[in-house]
């Protein structure tokens, strides 16, 4: 049984940081790209960052230069590291494990169920 676990997330005032961690279990997790989602009430859920098992990396536009997503493969993990964060980064921040191209487009097949991060001003 596949089983994806969120962690760390939690309040923050802006520009201060935290770090996610999403520990994945029951599939190869060495051979699976990865990604973390994020969803603020009333938004659709936006991709912020992906990596994929050999380690290249993607980010949306708005958090380049703040976020670094990680993976230790070793432990199972992925990370998110969040710096320098806004009001606007406020959402629930979900992963996503093995990466699949469909005619409807990429996804992932497995989901975690999210952990809350509130950024206050």
């Known amino acids: 049984q596949v089983q994806l676990v969120e962690s760390g997330g939690g309040s923050v005032q802006a520009g201060g940081s935290l770090k996610l961690s999403c520990a994945g279990s029951?599939?190869?997790?060495?051979?699976?790209?990865m990604g973390w989602y994020r969803q603020a009430p009333g938004n659709e859920r936006e991709l912020v960052s992906s990596?994929?098992?050999?380690?290249?990396?993607t980010y949306v536009d708005s958090v380049k230069g703040r976020f670094t997503i990680s993976r230790d493969n070793a432990k199972n993990t992925l990370y998110l590291q969040m710096n320098n964060l806004k009001t606007e980064d406020t959402a629930v921040y979900s992963c996503?494990?093995?990466?699949?191209?469909?005619?409807?487009?990429?996804?992932?097949?497995?989901w975690g169920k999210g952990t809350q991060v509130t950024v206050s001003s």
């Open positions: 029951g599939y190869t997790f060495s051979n699976c790209g």
């Open positions: 996503a494990a093995c990466r699949v191209v469909r005619v409807s487009g990429t996804t992932y097949e497995y």
């Open positions: 990596i994929s098992s050999e380690g290249s990396t």
